[in-house]
């Protein structure tokens, strides 16, 4: 289950104005990499179903797919109308590829292994890391992205999932100052 995983390879240097956004292997390798994430992403309030927990989560892990499914198919429509974004140069070291895998199936073994407090714990853990890696990425697909209705659009998308980073955040707080 990689929506769980947090990648902390760097995508590049990030560029500081559109105007040099020159590099194409950059701009599709950031959209590949938001993309792979967002579409794994979409799919995290299934967990939801087999397991109990608060309105609260739900909500916002509900709120955090729905965001992934949108963003996934923006970036999808994005593609569609211009041939030269490639949403799957993902372009990662197979020791990458390799340690990513493991950490997914990693957190998927310890979400389906825990409940209650401890289920929704890891869950908010894991969703954190999700949420940092995602808006930092939007932001690195933005800059180097010279199209600015696609840029605009990654920038408020990078705006979105930092909020949602920081609901996450203050739900675990909250929770682990209340002892649960």
Do not use: W
């Not at 947090?6 to 559109?18: A, F, I, K, L």
């Not at 179903?49 to 992934?68: G, H, W, Y």
């Not at 490639?86 to 895998?101: G, H, I, S, V, W």
């Amino acid at each position: 289950m990689a929506i769980l995983v947090c990648g902390c390879q760097s995508v590049g240097n990030s560029r500081t104005s559109r105007d040099s956004a020159a590099d194409p292997s950059l701009r599709n390798n950031a959209y590949s990499l938001l993309y792979d994430l967002l579409d794994d992403e979409r799919h995290v309030s299934k967990l939801l179903i087999i397991k109990r927990d608060s309105r609260e989560l739900n909500r916002l892990i509900n709120q955090i797919s729905e965001t992934a499914a949108d963003g996934a198919k923006r970036l999808k429509e994005f593609a569609d109308k211009d041939p030269s974004l490639n949403l799957t140069a993902l372009a990662l070291p197979p020791a990458e590829q390799a340690t990513r895998e493991a950490i997914a199936n990693t957190k998927k073994n310890q979400l389906l292994g825990r409940s209650g407090a401890d289920f929704e714990r890891t869950l908010l853990l894991t969703q954190m890391e999700a949420l940092n890696y995602g808006t930092h990425l939007a932001g690195v697909a933005a800059t180097n992205d010279s199209d600015p209705t696609r840029a605009g659009y990654l920038s408020t998308l990078s705006a979105t999932l930092k909020h949602l980073h920081s609901e996450v955040a203050h739900m675990l707080f909250k929770r682990a100052s209340a002892g649960g």
